[in-house]
């Protein structure tokens, strides 16, 4: 499982309630310490059905994780691709579909660049960040 995180959640660390039973952090940051408490609690499975309850146990988890903080996360197992936002405005998406055509301008550069120069038109895209990263709707 992948996990890409933007968040502020300290005191899970020091509430019983997020007690880590089987996976423990190395270091001493509290997303290393969020994503041991969801996988502790989380059962993965490939069907569908194991999907869908993945992700309402995923989204319970944060919802309790983010009582503390802003909490924004990326988990992935490989296959399946999910996004968490807790405090609104705090993470962005966009979803780029065929055919890629135009001009964007990246938020933090002085330049524009040709969207059917950089993606294959037939692809989808999406992007997800803390800020808006192109002039973008």
Known sequence: MGFAHNDDVLGIMRDPAFKLEHHFPVGKSDFEY????????????????SIIKVSRAIWSLANRIGGYGRFNFLPSNGEYFFAYMNKLGTLHYLLRHSSHKGWVKL??????????EIKVPSKLAALIAAKPLTNEG
């Open 107 to 116: 938020m933090n550069e002085y330049f524009e660049v040709r969207l059917e």
């Open 34 to 49: 969020a994503f041991c408490y969801i996988t502790d609690k989380l059962e993965l499975g490939g069907d569908i059905e």
